[in-house]
């Protein structure tokens, strides 16, 4: 169980980008946060493993108080925590082995990852999650030379490392293409309905939040606009979210 | 039509404005002109120019090649003061194929002429005349071209030489003719001897550098820094706690250590103790590694200590006994051929048992002050309210003592040092000042600089210039800023201890300082140490950057004496000085999205530098090491100017004597290694990047 109260981010230059937000997420459900650019889905995403510290209100996560742990604590919770992003944050000079070995980073002894050693028992783990994310073959190529697709899978299979109970999904589809989109999200899904990990993702496109979101929480300048199912999203509400002159744009 | 005229005015100002600035320029330059004595007289003398025209052809006739020579001799008799009777001078027998010379007269006065004519020499041979006294003192007189039948003539004039009564002089020709073939001078071996030594000096002065650089990098690198925050009381305890565990450290760690040494020393001890060392932690580790603790617990965290320190022995252990054995086998190959080779891991050996409680202490103190901290940071999670501002003050109060007793230390070594003290005092009132006022004005714990920024600023200022004279005139500054003398040695009593004067009064004003800094900060509000400690590296790093290896060079001659030693040691602090900026710079460039992921899984800094940040900035490093080599060797062929070693020194010595066609030879050889050197870096660097 997830637990946002009140929780308020102003950064350092007087940008407001949350306000006030509170929610709760239950275990295994698949949530979807949609808003325009910059109307704190990244803010609020990062805030849950705090990569971001927030201003006001507290994180509370299966009892624990994310927003008063000190570093040591911050990483025992960090690790239950998987992480994707737009943009992969791959190593691109490191072999894709060693940037799925990164994930379990927060297991192994600091002294040993220091020199590059992992246990066997890690390195048979990181192919077997390529193998569940179909990129088994590329384990020892360099990260830059996949496709967007195949790194953001790599990217799963980093974030999978880490025995997540809940997944933060910031934008995972934004530099892909509609085809690759789905395919990732089919993995999200996966997970999700596999594992049973939490997932919590945002994302740009009403549709494809639509097609795999157990929920909708939409954000507008910070504040919390729409909580809800995703069926409940009608025309006026897309307007409310969106603005008046936003178009639904169908995502195939 | 007000538009119409207000650029007109405009203009006509701005025009004006054009006219001053270049008469400004114009001025400036002329007393640019003035100071740097710049003479076309000078240029144009002729005597002067004589000079450097044989300079300069001097110059551009190095001797890089030698031939070896075969010479004949062939003597004349000549009589100062011809005899009355007007008999000739009997001359030497003449052997049949020998080469012989003709002079006329034979007898004469001083400055008279004598034609000298020589047959039967060899074919275009150089032909040296000489002139010989009685007295055997040889002087040469004219060099000639030998045809290519073995005959000359030349003519000299007989010198003025004092002395020789009616002894006759010698007129000797030599003829002299190379054979085999050319080869490389003495000159051009001892160059290149010399330009060996300088291009491993600046290889030395890189390598060293290198890792030090890396270490800094990320501590001069604000991206990285700016993350590390920790709250203040957890900060002030490490800091208290460092010295306490430099000398647990010293104390318990150091003997390890040596004990390291000595049985590296015995090779046998030296291989088996640290193996079982090392065993015997691994298997206390898997012990209790399966005593299946839950982590965050008590008894997980005092595992995890009692780990740690056990590590931090075995590891100084077996450093220890690295050293020793490269001790050892350094005696071994000493008499050896590899006994450069034994030098060498000899004196890393050397360097590691000298080291050893340096880092036994270091290690003790990181230790001592990361543990105690982690004990600490459980209870100190209890002070709320006053208790916080309590406790902070008071761990104020010790940090700020020991702060301004460490800065006394340093200030008692040289007198100028003693503006450390006044700078510290100064930063601390002005932090404390703006404890001050962002409690006043309710600025919480956003930033909010900006609001009255003049207002901020002017009260900075007023405190800063307060502060630092009050803390001039306490400590009594004048003495060491002034008269550059170091602080008195009179002593203060605090009950059975007895400190200097200067160092009581530092640490006074240390506990204000740091008591109120304390007080206002309480124990939970975050501190920027990484900021701190950015600031700090930066400061010495940009300090040290603009020293001159020159100069460096001068003093570190002083210490270890003239030779390329010296060179290493000056090079390699620039080096570090240098890469250290350049490297942090290229920490600072890096993709934030690696290392962000990276810090998301859970992994400690550490981990997330040698993950998402070492990767990215290994082809910059490389590049830039390359590019200090480059500029190392340049530098390190002009170190020996001031005795640093290297080509520079032996390029002074024969610009010294004028020997300018040896100074010829090296500066062909610098031209030659710094154009290559330059071409093959470039070369290389553009395929890293």
């Not at chain 2, 600035?21 to 640019?32: E, F, M, P, R, S």
């Not at chain 2, 209790?288 to 056990?310: D, F, S």
């Not at chain 2, 000493?334 to 050893?356: A, K, Q």
């Not at chain 2, 007080?519 to 400690?533: D, E």
Request: one cysteine or more.
């Amino acid at each position: 169980m997830l637990k946002i109260e009140h929780l308020t981010k102003v950064y350092e230059n007087g940008v407001v980008a949350l306000r006030d937000i509170s929610f709760e997420v239950p275990d295994g459900q698949f949530v979807v946060v949609i808003g325009l650019s910059g109307s704190g889905k990244s803010t609020l995403l990062r805030c849950i493993n705090r990569l971001i510290d927030p201003t006001e209100g507290r994180i509370i996560w299966n009892g624990i108080d994310i927003t008063a742990a000190n570093d040591e604590e911050l990483r025992l919770i960090r690790r239950r925590i998987g992480m994707i992003f737009q943009q992969f944050n791959l190593v691109k000079r490191s072999k894709v082995i060693t940037n799925v070995l990164a994930g379990r980073l927060g297991y192994t002894n600091p002294m040993w990852s220091l020199i590059n050693r992992f246990s066997p028992h890690d390195r048979q783990m990181a192919l077997a999650k390529l193998e569940r994310v179909g990129i088994r073959e590329k384990a020892f190529t360099r990260a830059d030379e996949l496709s967007g697709g195949q790194q953001q899978r790599v990217g799963i299979a980093r974030a999978l490392m880490q025995d997540p109970e809940l997944m933060l999904a910031d934008e995972p589809v934004a530099s892909l293409d509609p085809a690759t989109s789905h395919s990732v999200m089919k993995y999200l899904e996966l997970l999700n309905k596999e594992d049973g990990i939490t997932i919590l993702c945002s994302l740009h496109f009403l549709s494809l939040a639509r097609a795999y979101a157990d929920r909708i929480i939409a954000l507008k300048d910070g504040l919390l606009e729409f909580d809800g199912d995703p069926a409940d999203i009608d025309e006026q509400r897309f307007k409310d979210i969106y603005g008046e002159d936003a178009v639904r744009v169908e995502i195939a | 039509m007000n538009n119409n005229q207000f650029p007109t005015s405009r203009g006509a100002l701005r025009k004006l404005l054009l006219v001053l600035a270049v008469v400004a320029g114009v001025l400036l330059y002329a007393y640019g002109w003035r100071v740097t004595d710049i003479s076309l007289d000078e240029t144009q003398d002729q005597t002067r120019q004589t000079s450097v025209t044989r300079a300069l052809r001097e110059l551009l006739s190095p001797n890089v090649f030698d031939q070896d020579r075969d010479s004949e001799f062939a003597d004349a008799y000549f009589a100062i003061g011809c005899p009355d009777d007007g008999e000739p001078i009997p001359q030497p027998e003449r052997a049949e194929g020998e080469p012989y010379i003709e002079i006329s007269p034979d007898c004469g006065e001083r400055d008279d002429a004598v034609t000298v004519t020589g047959h039967h020499f060899h074919a275009n041979a150089d032909a040296f005349v000489r002139w010989i006294p009685p007295n055997g003192q040889s002087r040469p007189m004219v060099r000639t071209d030998v045809d290519a039948n073995g005959y000359f003539q030349t003519t000299i004039s007989v010198p003025s030489l004092r002395g020789g009564g009616d002894e006759f002089h010698t007129i000797e020709v030599e003829g002299s003719w190379p054979v085999g073939l050319p080869h490389l001078s003495k000159t051009t071996e001892t160059v290149i001897e010399k330009m060996v030594e300088t291009i491993f000096l600046a290889l030395m002065a890189t390598t060293l550098a290198v890792p030090i650089a890396f270490v800094l990098s990320f501590f001069a690198a604000r991206n990285l820094m700016r993350q590390v925050r920790m709250p203040a009381g957890d900060v002030l305890i490490a800091f208290i706690l460092l010295p306490i565990g430099w000398a647990l450290g010293d104390l318990l760690v150091g003997p390890i250590g040596e004990l390291g040494v000595d049985w590296g020393k015995d090779l046998v001890l030296g291989i088996v103790g640290p193996a079982i060392a090392m065993v015997a932690y691994g298997g206390i580790a898997r012990a209790a590694a399966t005593a299946g603790l839950q982590e965050g617990t008590v008894g997980h965290r005092a595992r995890k200590i009692g780990l740690n320190v056990l590590l931090v022995a075995v590891i100084i252990f077996t450093l220890g006994a690295v050293g020793g054995i490269g001790i050892w086998i350094g005696d071994k190959l000493e008499d050896t051929l590899l006994s450069d080779l034994g030098n060498f891991v000899n004196t890393l050996g050397t360097l590691v048992d000298l080291s050893i409680s340096v880092a036994a202490a270091l290690a003790g103190a990181l230790l001592v002050s990361s543990v105690g901290t982690s004990l600490v940071r459980g209870g100190l999670r209890y002070f709320e309210g006053p208790a916080d501002h309590i406790v902070g003050a008071v761990l104020g109060v010790a940090s700020g003592t020991l702060l301004m007793a460490m800065m006394a230390v340093i200030a008692n070594q040289a007198a100028w040092f003693g503006l450390l003290p006044l700078l510290v005092v100064v930063i601390l009132a002005m932090q404390d000042l703006g404890l001050i006022y962002n409690r006043l004005t309710g600025a919480g714990h956003r930033d909010e600089a900006n609001t009255h920024a003049t207002l901020r600023l002017a009260l900075q200022v007023a405190v800063a210039v307060v502060a630092f004279y009050f803390a001039y005139r306490f400590l009594d500054s004048g003495r060491l800023i002034v008269d550059g003398r170091l602080p008195s040695a009179l002593k203060t009593e605090i009950g059975p201890f007895s400190v200097k004067t200067y160092t009581f009064r530092a640490m006074l004003m240390g506990a204000v300082l740091g008591g109120i800094g304390g007080w206002l900060l309480g124990i939970h509000r975050n501190f920027p140490l990484g900021m701190t400690v950015y600031n700090t590296t930066r400061t010495i790093l940009n300090a040290l950057r603009s020293i001159e290896p020159l100069i460096m060079g001068i003093v570190f001659v002083i210490w270890v004496g003239i030779g390329p030693f010296a060179g290493v040691l000056a090079l390699m602090l620039h080096s570090i000085a240098a890469l250290g900026k350049l490297y942090s710079e290229q920490v600072e460039n890096i993709d934030p999205g690696p290392s962000e992921a990276v810090q998301a899984t859970g992994a400690t800094r550490l981990q997330m530098i040698a993950y998402g940040v070492v990767p990215q900035i290994v082809p910059p490093y490389i590049a830039f090491t390359m590019y200090r080599w480059d500029i190392n060797v340049r530098m390190s062929t002009i170190i020996g100017f001031v005795g640093g070693g290297g080509i520079g020194f032996l390029l002074q010595q024969q610009i010294n004597l004028l020997r300018y066609r040896e100074a010829g030879v090296a500066v062909l050889a610098i031209a030659i290694v710094v154009s290559v050197l330059d071409f093959a870096s470039a070369s290389i660097r553009e395929r890293m990047i």
